[in-house]
């Protein structure tokens, strides 16, 4: 009996509970070109986990937290993402992995304790840039704005289609290196000013690395407008053909369309947005609903496997409570997803939201979506959907 007690009393002294991974930390991915920085916060929820990612100031919940022992699994369930880790201390390090609009991807990921320091950008860095990105195939334009905000130096990138999302992180000087990852999105824009040159490199995902060069916008236009990307044939109604969610083929011809005004979201559940432009749609179709509009998505989906995918695409209906039919339409390559819609010429981005009148001919095409980070972009942006879809209704 003695004995048995006395090894008892040994297994209670050297028994030492798991590591939490509550608290806050620091988490980077290492990319080929330098460090992604973002936050994490991991709590107790009753007797489960919750927690979010951050993006400076910037916050979104995790769909999951699962931890086992000294093992740690964050979901991003959007993007069919996780962050995979271990514990040791004070310390996390695993994996990134997400289906990527590519395809699977892997990324190193480590994280600290703690919070990141809130850095300012001077005042040289501070407003709106034209840059020039510098690519394989040739450049193309983009504008960067960055202004200091709750979180230090942020900002976002604009391209001819819309913008990249909230950036940020840090700056030392008039050198900065500022953020923007999600789960599925993986940025880095690192520069520095040189004379009245903002020079540096965009990092996309874990290798791409693009040059630029920018100047201060003077305010004169830069970018295309979003109307001038896709041209479209507007002598004929529109057509598509795509199965429902519950498999039923959906076409231009269905009785719910006709006499109507129709909305074409052409999107992706993997497109993050798409996620930003989704609650814009929701609003829209409820404002005008009665008065003759109709909405349709047409989802073009990363695996190509219908079983996959659906489940993707019902998960961001369920997220916005889409109440208008979305369709699996085919694959996210662009060529692909072109070819599918040959009415459209030039076909780039999504989401490309396309305007039909009541005979169901194009009236416009809007590609790409300015998110809330542009500001009044954005404002504008759906201030002019509305005034599209006013137009069309009254039409006879």
């Not at 994280?111 to 850095?119: D, E, F, I, L």
């Not at 969610?245 to 369309?257: C, F, I, N, S």
Request: contains cysteine; neutral net charge.
């Amino acid at each position: 009996m003695g004995g048995r007690l006395l090894a008892l009393v040994v297994a209670a002294l050297a028994w030492v509970p798991a590591p939490s991974p509550a608290g806050t930390w620091r988490g980077v991915l290492d990319l080929a070109g330098g460090q992604l920085r973002f936050g994490l916060e991991v709590a107790r929820a009753g007797p489960g986990w919750r927690g979010r990612l951050c993006n400076g100031a910037e916050c979104q919940p995790l769909s999951g937290v699962r931890v086992n022992g000294d093992s740690l699994v964050l979901e991003i369930a959007d993007y069919a993402a996780t962050i995979t880790a271990t514990l040791s201390g004070d310390s996390l390090a695993g994996s990134f992995r997400n289906v990527g609009n590519r395809g699977p991807r892997t990324i190193p990921f480590h994280a600290s304790r703690g919070v990141w320091p809130v850095q300012a950008g001077s005042r040289a860095l501070v407003g709106r840039w034209d840059a020039t990105f510098f690519q394989e195939l040739g450049t193309s334009p983009r504008a960067i704005e960055l202004g200091n905000g709750a979180a230090g130096l942020e900002g976002t990138i604009i391209s001819n289609t819309g913008d990249y999302g909230h950036f940020a992180g840090s700056a030392e000087g008039d050198s900065f290196a500022l953020s923007h990852f999600d789960g599925s999105f993986v940025y880095l824009i690192t520069g520095a000013l040189h004379g009245d040159t903002l020079r540096g490199i965009f990092h996309a995902g874990l290798r791409t690395q693009t040059p630029f060069e920018a100047l201060r916008s003077t305010g004169t236009a830069h970018l295309k407008a979003p109307t001038e990307v896709t041209g479209a044939d507007t002598t004929v109604p529109f057509r598509f053909a795509a199965p429902d969610l519950d498999g039923k083929m959906v076409t231009q011809d269905d009785a719910r369309l006709r006499g109507k005004v129709v909305l074409i979201d052409v999107f992706g559940s993997w497109c993050p947005t798409c996620h930003e432009s989704a609650p814009v749609l929701v609003r829209l179709y409820r404002k005008y609903r009665a008065r003759g509009l109709e909405i349709v998505g047409l989802a073009y989906e990363v695996t190509g496997d219908p079983v996959v995918d659906r489940e993707q695409v019902r998960r961001y209906r369920d997220k916005f409570g889409i109440p208008f039919p979305l369709l699996l339409a085919g694959v996210n390559d662009v060529e692909s997803a072109g070819a599918t819609l040959p009415q459209l010429r030039g076909f780039t981005s999504f989401p490309t939201t396309v305007f039909l009148g009541r005979d169901g001919k194009v009236r416009r095409v809007h590609a790409g979506f300015y998110g809330r980070a542009t500001g009044a972009q954005h404002e504008r942006m759906v201030e002019g959907f509305e005034k599209e879809i006013e137009r069309l209704l009254a039409e006879k």
